[in-house]
């Protein structure tokens, strides 16, 4: 793939088109079998709750992979992200309902840095709340 954006085109501040990411029990069941990750706490609601949680909840891995969306969506190219990291702050509940949850996510340019690369700072809230934190990706741009 080829990079859509080129470095001279953003400074900071340039904010990424947001985006809204629907997350079903069934969503939760594919991301397992993708995964490899049946821990009960991402589809049996009784385990959940006797566990603690308010309820069935996403996987983080999940939950950091629908974030980044908004960033390789924007560059292009999945590989142009360089560096990504983020600190878990909420998990995403997701009640079994028959809407679930949505993973709201926004993002901007935070710093030019060198070789063409820029760290985009991302924010991911559910129901209201800060889910990530410390989100951020460096991406290579052309």
Do not use: C
Request: net charge negative; charged share 20%; glycine share 8%.
């Amino acid at each position: 793939m080829t990079v859509a954006v080129r470095f001279d085109e953003v400074q900071v501040g340039t904010e990424l088109p947001a985006r809204s990411f629907p997350v079903t029990r069934a969503t939760l069941v594919q991301y397992a079998g993708a995964s490899g990750d049946f821990n009960p706490i991402h589809w049996n609601e009784k385990f959940a709750l006797e566990v603690g949680l308010p309820d069935v909840i996403a996987h983080g891995m999940f939950t950091m992979a629908e974030a980044v969306r908004v960033v390789t969506d924007w560059v292009g190219d999945p590989a142009a992200v360089v560096e990504y990291g983020v600190r878990f702050t909420k998990p995403v509940v997701v009640p079994n309902d028959g809407v679930g949850a949505t993973i709201e996510v926004a993002a901007k340019v935070a710093a030019l840095l060198e070789d063409n690369r820029v760290r985009v700072d991302i924010v991911a809230t559910s129901a209201g709340q800060k889910v990530l934190g410390m989100a951020r990706a460096v991406v290579r741009l052309s």
